[in-house]
């Protein structure tokens, strides 16, 4: 596929995701398959301000790594599992981690 062939909104996606690749100090990758979605509005909503949660496509978040030519971002390629989600913050690491633990919602059992 040519870059001409690209939807422009998916070449927005990447530059999107370079940017704030750059521009942020921290990044993380959640797994968001059976989250559901009022749980995932509602962390979104307790955490504006403090992170950008950045949910796209898998796809889109690998070329974004890999057009950034970065060898930590290629390892993190394989940690894009399931449905993959974008975390970026200027906060201390371990703060956001306890946020994000902080933040975990208890859900049913599946049979």
């Keep these: 596929m040519t870059m001409s062939q ?3 909104h998916k ?14 100090k ?3 990758i959640v ?9 995932y509005m509602k962390i979104r909503y307790s955490l504006r301000g403090t992170i ?3 949910y796209t ?6 070329i974004a790594f890999d057009e950034l030519n970065d060898s930590t971002l290629t390892k ?6 399931g449905i993959p989600a974008l975390v970026f913050t200027r906060e201390d690491p371990f703060a956001l ?3 994000l633990r902080k933040s975990k919602s208890n859900a049913a059992a599946k049979s």
């Design 6 to 8: 690209i939807k422009e």
């Design 11 to 24: 070449r927005n996606e990447v530059e999107e995701i370079k940017r704030l690749l750059q521009s942020h």
């Design 26 to 28: 921290v990044m993380g």
């Design 31 to 39: 797994d968001l398959t059976s989250l559901p979605a009022f749980n």
């Design 52 to 54: 950008i949660l950045k």
């Design 57 to 62: 496509k898998k796809r889109l978040i690998k």
């Design 76 to 81: 993190l390629k394989e940690r894009l599992q």
């Design 97 to 99: 981690s306890r946020i």
